[in-house]
């Protein structure tokens, strides 16, 4: 069973950065899609930013301009930085692979804190 792995989430203060990666435990075979949601409490799980095959990204209106999506395909990894953070960026944030078979696979999830 394939897991991926998020790390880097924690508590800055509004303004900081920090840097989310997410790593597959083993090699995914045809990625078509990797993506960054995230879930705030009492409040559905929105799409932040998602890097499509050959690099195209989309992101939501919110993180525009402040958060950028890559993509190391070598190591199965999608990483997420997110400058000039917001008290409203407050989630739990959870990465999500989509293959061209159909295959999803999404991570447990790691809490991102915003301090005003």
């Known amino acids: 069973q394939i897991q991926l792995v998020e790390s880097g989430g924690g508590l800055v203060q509004a303004g900081g950065s920090l840097r989310l990666s997410c790593a597959a435990s083993?090699?995914?075979?045809?990625?078509?899609?990797m993506a960054w949601y995230r879930q705030a409490p009492g409040k559905q799980r929105d799409l932040v930013a998602q890097?499509?095959?050959?690099?195209?990204?989309n992101y939501a209106d919110s993180v525009k301009g402040r958060f950028t999506i890559s993509r190391d395909n070598a190591k199965n990894t999608v990483y997420l930085q997110m400058d000039r953070l917001k008290p409203e960026d407050t989630a739990v944030y959870y990465c999500?692979?989509?293959?061209?078979?159909?295959?999803?696979?999404w991570g447990q999830g790691t809490q991102v804190t915003v301090s005003s």
């Open positions: 890097i499509f095959t050959g690099d195209r990204t």
């Open positions: 083993e090699t995914i075979i045809s990625i078509n899609t």
């Open positions: 999500r692979v989509s293959t061209v078979v159909g295959y999803i696979y």
